[in-house]
């Protein structure tokens, strides 16, 4: 039984696409990340405290959230729009890093117009380039969303 993977170096120019794609997608989440950040040390500086953001360790996703959403609260103690508008960007931060996770963790092969992942249950997915570009257009969108809550 041959084990042996096929190596990066092996793969055909028409897989360009798809690598290009993998990349932009962590690209995008990392964005997003210092979007988030980015936020948040906007409010901190709006509410007079000069703390930079995760000064010992670089906090996960979930912290930022939850610190975003107490400062709004405070922010906006009698306007619920902003913190509904934080609830939406989780659900959808929460989708799209399950589907980065589906690429990250579980990419098998290229396949034509897309490549194939494993699943958590190890079930086979098909995803298709057009299904990596419209993610990555969320992440975009949702990092402009961050900012104007």
Known sequence: MDVSGKPVS??????????CGVGRLV????M?????????????????DVRTVG???????????????TMVAMRDR????????????ERDMQRIDRFRALIIQGFQQPEPGGFACRDPRNNQV????EQLDAEI????????RLLSV
């Open 10 to 19: 092996g793969y055909a120019p028409e897989d360009a696409a798809l690598l």
């Open 27 to 30: 690209c995008a989440w990392t």
């Open 32 to 48: 997003l990340e210092q979007s988030l950040e980015a936020k948040i040390g906007m409010l901190r500086d709006a509410m007079g």
């Open 55 to 69: 000064a010992r360790t670089r906090p996960t996703m979930t912290k930022l959230m939850t610190e975003l959403r």
């Open 78 to 89: 009698r306007n619920a729009s902003a913190l509904t508008e934080i609830s939406a960007i």
């Open 126 to 129: 098909h995803v298709s380039l």
């Open 137 to 144: 257009s969320a992440l975009e969108e949702i990092a402009q």
